[in-house]
């Protein structure tokens, strides 16, 4: 069977996605949009308006890929449900008839659980309650391939989910179709090696990769999305469509193999814990690469759950300063500023953009830039405090250091994350299917 | 016998950064096969947490992936506290893979262009 990867992050390009159903011959398109602050963002939303909670390109994707899903014949799986996965199918099937396409949408529920764990107990990350971080406005379980499977039997063309773990976006076509038993470690350890290389999309074909000079990549305005072909022992062939910019090789696998994990030797998933030093990776052709032989171990008995919390507001402030001195002016800004907002907040940051606000101090000794660019930051509890800042910043137009120009100014609403687990048995996964 | 020589990782080596919550994640791997028993020998535990100092302030451990030529180093308290309460600008650490490809080691052979 082979399943494609159609999207990395909310906000990832449609046309790569568009390519992949339109000449990737796709069984299975699956889309991970769902970030670990996304969903209680979308929480917020549903807050306001109970008929949202979803992605905000869920229109946008579904009006462009469902004509092809029909044409082609392919199933779409993806977490755009975001907080609200049943609004989001009812839409998807809105936008079916409104193309003209019968269409069987399923929505997966059941990952909300704000009400069904216990706000004082304590976060995995620092001992504390969960509710002593702040307003709780989310709590959401990672489901796993399981909590899939009964969607894909229901015969549904389009399965929305809300919180489910990455890979399992991909897993669970992969058990359907290739009738995996959901206790057979090490074939569910190969579907989620697969799942974690494809999860990212363009970051498995050469994206996040390049270095000029070093890591070249070819037509990256055009990269392509990466699909797999899947073997019924787990084996996969990674490629992607002729024609598209990027590349797909040892390097730009390895890369993603290992982004974001935290013990090679047990990633822990919601469906198995796969050991990631066991899985071969080989080129096996011009953008072409296999993975193959990975081992498994038991599931964990418990699901982890993403709790988001109301954490304040950053309010951020830059100018910029250019030509001799750069640097000193854009220092002298900085104290400035450090002078009139210290008293105001707790903590502030305030960096030379060019110098200092990346890594904290030139660790290679150059030259100073000819460009440098002054930035603050702070937090605050409301937004009219963080907004100071900004406003602080803009002053220096007229108050500040000679020619600073460029000021840009915001204020962005903080979500906290913090995690706790819940026992699979407290976490009841519904499927509702609707027809367009 | 060349003497040794003192080269950048990014001359042999690439990395890619990850973030889970205050942690980061970072990925070496030599661009040669034989090119990573230099880097599992010269890039260290220590070496890495002097060179990061400023940067990964609290403990670092480190997987060997001779199968994948690579290393992962996963740092404590490296993300100004997690995104949540960070006040900077790069708040996931996503270009601390270029800070440790800063990082400079000691290779006994000549410089060869990576492929």
């Known amino acids: 069977m082979r399943i494609g990867s159609g999207a990395g992050f909310a906000g990832d390009r449609l046309d790569a996605a568009v390519v992949l159903a339109e000449r990737g011959g796709l069984d299975y398109l699956a889309m991970e949009c769902l970030g670990e602050r996304t969903v209680a963002l979308a929480q917020l939303r549903r807050l306001r308006d109970p008929d949202t909670g979803y992605d905000p390109l869920l229109e946008r994707r579904m009006r462009a890929l469902l004509p092809l899903l029909k044409r082609n014949k392919f199933r779409l799986v993806t977490n755009m449900g975001g907080a609200n996965p049943l609004a989001a199918a009812g839409r998807v099937a809105a936008i079916a008839r409104d193309l003209g396409l019968a269409l069987s949408v399923a929505a997966v529920t059941g990952d909300d659980v704000l009400d069904r764990i216990d706000h004082r107990q304590k976060a995995m990350e620092?001992?504390?309650?969960?509710?002593?971080?702040?307003?709780?406005?989310?709590?959401?379980?990672?489901?796993g391939a399981d909590a899939i499977l009964p969607a894909l039997e229901s015969g549904a063309e389009v399965i929305v989910t809300g919180r489910a773990a990455d890979p399992s976006l991909f897993l669970a076509p992969m058990v359907h179709e290739l009738d995996w038993k959901l206790d057979d470690w090490d074939r569910l350890a190969r579907g989620t090696v697969a799942g974690h290389l494809l999860e990212c999309a363009g970051q498995l074909t050469g994206g996040y990769f390049a270095d000029p000079g070093r890591k070249d990549v070819p037509d990256m305005a055009s990269l392509g999305f990466p699909f797999a072909d899947i073997s019924a022992d787990g084996t996969a062939r990674f490629g992607k469509v002729a024609g598209t910019g990027g590349r797909i090789d040892r390097m730009t696998a390895t890369e993603q193999l290992l982004y974001e994990v935290t013990d090679p030797c047990a990633y822990v998933t919601p469906d198995v814990v796969a050991d990631f030093t066991t899985t071969g990776l080989d080129e096996t052709g011009p953008d072409a690469v296999t993975t193959s032989g990975a081992r498994g171990r038991r599931r964990p008995d418990a699901l982890k759950v993403s709790v988001g919390y109301r954490a304040g507001f950053l309010g951020e402030g830059e100018i910029g300063y250019a030509g001799s001195h750069a640097v000193e002016r854009a220092e002298l800004a900085g104290e400035i500023m450090r002078e009139r907002l210290a008293n105001l907040f707790g903590r502030l940051r305030i960096d030379v953009i060019g110098m200092t606000a990346l890594h904290g101090g030139t660790l290679d000794g150059s030259a100073r830039p000819y460009e440098a660019r002054l930035r603050v930051a702070a937090r605050a509890a409301d937004a009219a405090a963080a907004a100071l800042v900004g406003e602080e910043v803009e002053a220096l137009y007229t108050n500040g250091p000679a020619?600073?120009?460029?000021?840009?100014?915001?204020?962005?609403?903080?979500?906290?994350?913090?995690?706790?687990?819940?026992?699979?048995?407290q976490v009841q996964v519904k499927t509702t299917v609707l027809e367009a | 016998m060349t003497p040794p020589?003192?080269?950048?990782?990014?001359e042999i080596a690439h990395c890619r950064a990850g973030d889970k919550g205050d942690t980061a994640i970072l990925s070496l791997i030599a661009y040669r096969a034989e090119d990573f028993p230099v880097l599992r020998d010269g890039v260290t535990t220590d070496a890495v947490k002097r060179h990061m100092a400023g940067i990964i302030k609290g403990e670092i451990r480190r997987y060997e992936l001779p199968k994948l030529q690579a290393l992962q180093f996963v740092g404590e308290h490296a993300l100004g506290g997690g995104v949540t309460v960070s006040l900077a600008l790069d708040a996931h650490g996503k270009s601390l893979s270029y800070a440790l490809l800063e990082m400079e080691i000691e290779v006994q052979a000549p410089p060869r262009p990576s492929p």
């Open chain 1, 403 to 425: 020619g600073g120009g460029g000021v840009r100014r915001s204020v962005t609403e903080q979500i906290g994350i913090v995690s706790c687990l819940i026992p699979r048995g």
């Open chain 2, 5 to 10: 020589r003192r080269v950048k990782l990014h």
């Open chain 1, 126 to 143: 620092d001992a504390e309650p969960l509710d002593s971080h702040g307003p709780l406005v989310a709590a959401n379980a990672y489901l």
